[in-house]
């Protein structure tokens, strides 16, 4: 099966700029999750989606991030504006709900640097 | 809150050597996660565990899970140059609709 997809891989903005990020998950899969994982650490959870809903966004900086997963399939993360601590790789996951498969599957991510 | 310790965060070993990485919360978990992560790549599902005193192999990676399902360590015999990268313990607290914390990490490095 197709992994998850994420574009773009690289990403330089001034602080202060907008940027968004798009996710493609594994088709299926209704549960959907987006990480920042800043460089040496371990994901932290942003937003996790159950289809087009919103299930657990209690990390997300609201004043800044925002997400959305309108037709239950496809999300986009969007910052704006961006500060210099929000150079991170932004890493979408999503994961099959119920059966025998647990594990989240991850894109490649997309890394993030604010100048 | 919610947090999940992981150590050592650094781990050098000579090829061949034995490695464990250690991962405690202070609450009780419904289920862990591990995940390795090599450099410049993302995170990879390798198992969950969720019962009490749970151990499952996967070839020379062993896995297990406390009686109080607190804590679990990752334990690799005889490390080869294919097992360096970064492996994660995630635990989940929320049952089937909960979501990951992960820990910080044990970075894994392996001398030929």
């Known amino acids: 099966e197709a992994g998850v997809a994420q574009s773009p891989r690289y990403k330089i903005i001034e602080k202060r700029q907008s940027v968004a990020f798009w996710c493609n998950p594994i088709s299926g899969h209704a549960t959907l999750y987006w990480y920042q994982q800043i460089l040496g650490q371990g994901p932290k959870l942003l937003i996790q989606?159950?289809?087009?809903?919103?299930?657990?966004d209690s990390q997300l900086p609201k004043d800044r991030f925002s997400a959305e997963r309108l037709k239950g399939v496809d999300s986009t993360l969007k910052i704006q504006p961006a500060k210099l601590e929000d150079s991170a790789v932004y890493l979408c996951?999503?994961?099959?709900?119920?059966?025998?498969?647990?594990?989240?599957?991850f894109g490649s991510g997309t890394r993030l640097t604010v100048v | 809150g919610q947090q999940v310790m992981q150590i050592p965060q650094y781990q050098h070993v000579q090829e061949g050597e034995d490695f464990t990485t250690y991962c405690n919360s202070s609450?009780?978990?419904?289920?862990i996660q591990w995940y390795k992560q090599r450099p410049g790549g993302h995170p990879v599902f390798l198992i969950q565990?969720?019962?009490?005193?749970e151990v499952k192999k996967q070839k020379r990676l062993t896995f297990q899970f406390g009686e109080a399902k607190k804590n679990s360590s990752l334990h690799i015999t005889a490390t080869q140059t294919t097992d360096v990268g970064t492996y994660f313990c995630a635990g989940n607290y929320g049952g089937s609709q909960g979501n990951l914390i992960f820990g910080k990490g044990t970075k894994l490095s392996v001398k030929p």
């Open positions: 565990l969720v019962k009490s005193g």
């Open positions: 996951a999503s994961r099959h709900t119920g059966g025998n498969v647990y594990g989240y599957t």
């Open positions: 989606f159950q289809n087009n809903g919103v299930v657990d």
């Open positions: 609450t009780t978990l419904s289920n």
